[in-house]
Nanobody, 115 residues
Framework: QVQLVESGGGLVQPGGSLRLSCAASGTIYSIYTMGWYRQAPGKRRELAATITPGGSPNYSDSVKGRFTISRHNANNTVDLQMNSLKPEDTAVYYC?????????WGQGTQVTVSS
């Protein structure tokens, strides 16, 4: 049984910053890709950023240059530093982890960018 628990969402003004954190717990043998997806109201879930076990990041074009993903393999955690936030970044952000042959998701954390 694996659980992903997110923290760090909230309300922020345009141009502001937030940091999301996610911790994986349970019976974990090896975590492959970890990352963050997001889903805005009325839209499909989309990639924000992912990172490999070796630390290679992948960003969607919409967040590249503003978001930074990092992971700590020893603690099974992944963070997303979000800077220069825009109203269009408003969404529920989901932590993701690929473990062996299964995909795991967190419960989601709301990020709202509004003045």
């Amino acid at each position: 049984q694996v659980q992903l628990v997110e923290s760090g969402g909230g309300l922020v003004q345009p141009g502001g910053s937030l940091r999301l954190s996610c911790a994986a717990s349970g019976t974990i043998y090896s975590i492959y890709t970890m990352g963050w997806y997001r889903q805005a109201p009325g839209k499909r879930r989309e990639l924000a950023a992912t990172i490999t076990p070796g630390g290679s990041p992948n960003y969607s074009d919409s967040v590249k240059g503003r978001f930074t993903i990092s992971r700590h393999n020893a603690n099974n955690t992944v963070d997303l530093q979000m800077n220069s936030l825009k109203p269009e970044d408003t969404a529920v952000y989901y932590c993701y982890a690929a473990i062996l042959l299964d995909d795991y998701w967190g419960q989601g954390t709301q990020v709202t960018v509004s003045s």
